[in-house]
Every structure is written in C-alpha cells, then in structure tokens.
C-alpha cells in the first residue's frame, strides 16, 4: 500500500481493481465447484440462464466478502491478527448461513438470516436443486437482500479503511 500511495492510482481505482480481481477469483473458485460436482454425478435442475444466475450471485457476494477483508485490514495490526479477525466474519456465514445452519436450534436459524451467506445458500438451492425459475420471487428476494448487503459490506469496508487503514 505504500508503494501505491506514489503511484498516480487514486485510492477508488484501487479498491475498484481489488474487487474486481476477487470477483474474478470467485467466479473461477464457482466454476471449479461446478465442475467438480458435475464430474462427480450431479446435474441440476437448473436452466442455463439459471446457473448463469447462480454464478452472478456467486459474484455479487465476493463483493460481500472484498467489504468483510477491508474491514479485517482495517482492524488488524498484523498479519496473525487479521487471520483471527476474519474467523470473527468467515465461521458466522458458514455456521448460520449455510445448510449447517438448518441443523441448528431456531435461535440459530433465525439468526442466520442476518448473514448474507443465507440468503445465497437459499437462493443457490433454489436454482440449482429445486430447478426454480429466475424469476421466482424468492430468488430475486434472495438475489436484491445479497446485493445491498455486499454494496453495504463493501462500502463500509471502503470507508473504513479509508480513515482509519494504515498504508
């Protein structure tokens, strides 16, 4: 971060270009998971503009996800540190927002849809094992509730590190 603060790049196409590699990441991780299980004997139920969409809410929460990385370097001040700040945002999505979730007390459950790995958890059942259609109104629900909550996330995450990041 010191070498880019002499660089002409201004910190808005930094971050911009930061997201946008993590999206790239994500969407490969996405279709090596795909693969993966269609090579091992699944096959959805899903339509192909279906798992086009499963992979364009895969994409909008890794913004989700860039936001919850800026908020860890925000508040870390080391390396081993940040790798426990980010257990304080990773073990909550993959305990209350994933099918692990569904195993657990009501209590739980109804926290769970505070995480917006839920809310892709859902719709990603809904697309890929239900075979709904795209424009099942709880798939767009699923699909607007993780696309605010990743702009939110991620601007958060932004304007945090802006003020108080160190660089």
Same mark, same amino acid.
Request: glycine share 8%; hydrophobic share 60%.
């Given at each position: 971060?010191?070498?880019? +603060?002499?660089?002409?790049?201004? *910190?808005?196409?930094?971050?911009?270009?930061?997201?946008?590699?993590?999206?790239?990441?994500?969407?490969?991780?996405?279709?090596?998971?795909?693969?993966?299980?269609?090579?091992?004997?699944?096959? *959805?139920?899903?339509?192909?503009?279906?798992? %086009?969409?499963?992979?364009?809410?895969?994409?909008?929460?890794?913004?989700?996800?860039?936001?919850?990385?800026?908020?860890?370097?925000?508040?870390?001040?080391?390396?081993? %540190?940040?790798?426990?700040?980010?257990?304080?945002?990773?073990?909550?999505?993959?305990?209350?927002?994933?099918?692990?979730?569904?195993?657990?007390?009501?209590?739980?459950?109804?926290?769970?849809?505070?995480?917006?790995?839920?809310?892709?958890? +859902?719709?990603?059942?809904?697309?890929?094992?239900?075979?709904?259609?795209?424009?099942?109104?709880?798939?767009?629900?699923?699909? &607007?509730?993780?696309?605010? %909550? *990743? &702009?939110?996330?991620?601007?958060?995450?932004?304007? &945090?590190?802006?003020?108080?990041?160190?660089?």
């Amino acid at each position: 971060l010191r070498r880019i +603060d002499v660089t002409p790049t201004t *910190s808005a196409e930094f971050m911009l270009s930061h997201a946008l590699s993590n999206m790239v990441t994500a969407l490969l991780q996405a279709i090596i998971v795909f693969a993966t299980a269609y090579l091992m004997g699944f096959h *959805s139920q899903a339509s192909v503009l279906g798992v %086009a969409l499963a992979f364009v809410i895969c994409l909008i929460f890794s913004l989700c996800n860039v936001g919850f990385g800026l908020i860890t370097a925000t508040i870390a001040k080391s390396e081993g %540190a940040a790798t426990g700040i980010a257990f304080m945002f990773v073990l909550p999505q993959m305990f209350l927002g994933t099918f692990v979730g569904l195993a657990m007390s009501g209590i739980a459950q109804f926290i769970g849809r505070f995480v917006p790995s839920y809310y892709v958890t +859902d719709a990603l059942t809904s697309l890929l094992l239900r075979g709904a259609p795209i424009t099942s109104s709880a798939i767009l629900l699923d699909l &607007l509730i993780v696309s605010v %909550a *990743s &702009l939110l996330v991620l601007f958060a995450g932004i304007i &945090l590190f802006r003020k108080f990041g160190r660089a």
